[in-house]
């Protein structure tokens, strides 16, 4: 596709179950990004990953989120357990390298946990 | 670690004016580069435009340019001749020049609207 594609654009789930988001960047792009967005508020770092690996996982707000990418193309963030704090806007962004190159974001996917 | 503030929450001015939404920064870096972004209801940031820190002229891009004060570590956003589609939150941030963790730094944001 054209851009940064997101599924789902909504998800709606029950605390203490398990989700997972997924992201398909621009083809090529090597490096790609998740931020959390919380309401009113600005974009929070998760992770980065250049390529299938990720060199930075301090973002991650507790070790009930893990994201992992396969093929160097789509990645998949899991958040098990949910909690009510983890409702948020969960935007992907992907740069052709890292560093140098503007970020190109997905829709997002707002997760409600109720 | 990178900070990037941005003072004003909100912002309401008459379609056709002009407008300027403020960031400020603080980094150790030398390099690196500076992005305001856009974001619309339909939550897809889209890139505004883009400086980068060793270039003394100011990035313009049609309505939109920027006043780039490095030594203020100032980066504000013009909007001229504002029209309602400009209505949106707007987010200013930092990236170191090689990128890589870390990502971009945001700003809260500010979000703007444009009155008919």
């Known amino acids: 596709g054209a851009g940064v594609s997101q599924s789902p654009s909504n998800k709606v789930t029950e605390k203490g179950k398990d989700v997972e988001l997924r992201c398909d960047p621009i083809?090529?792009?090597?490096?790609l990004y998740w931020y959390r967005q919380s309401l009113g508020q600005g974009l929070e770092f998760l992770i980065y990953?250049?390529?299938?690996?990720?060199?930075?996982k301090s973002g991650l707000p507790s070790d009930r989120f893990s994201a992992e990418r396969t093929g160097g193309s789509v990645s998949t963030l899991t958040i098990q357990r949910t909690q009510q704090e983890d409702s948020a806007v969960y935007l992907c962004?992907?740069?052709?390298?890292?560093?140098?190159?503007?970020?190109?974001f997905g829709n997002g996917t707002r997760l409600t946990v109720t | 670690a990178q900070t990037v503030t941005q003072s004003q929450p909100e912002m309401s001015v008459q379609e056709a004016e002009t407008v300027t939404l403020s960031c400020t920064y603080d980094?150790?870096?030398?390099?690196?580069?500076l992005f305001w972004y856009k974001q619309p209801p339909s939550r897809q940031m889209i890139l505004v435009i883009r400086?980068?820190?060793?270039?003394?002229q100011n990035a313009t891009e049609n309505r939109f340019s920027v006043n780039f004060q490095k030594a203020a570590k100032s980066f504000s956003l013009k909007i001229s001749d504002s029209q309602l589609g400009d209505t949106a939150m707007y987010f200013c941030?930092?990236?170191?020049?090689?990128?890589?963790?870390?990502?971009?730094?945001f700003g809260k944001g500010t979000h703007l609207i444009i009155q008919p």
């Open positions: 962004a992907s740069s052709l390298v890292a560093g140098n190159s503007p970020l190109h």
């Open positions: 083809s090529g792009h090597t490096a």
């Open positions: 990953f250049q390529g299938n690996s990720a060199p930075d």
């Open positions: 980094t150790s870096e030398s390099n690196y580069y």
């Open positions: 400086q980068e820190a060793y270039k003394q």
């Open positions: 941030a930092f990236m170191k020049h090689e990128g890589g963790a870390d990502g971009l730094t």
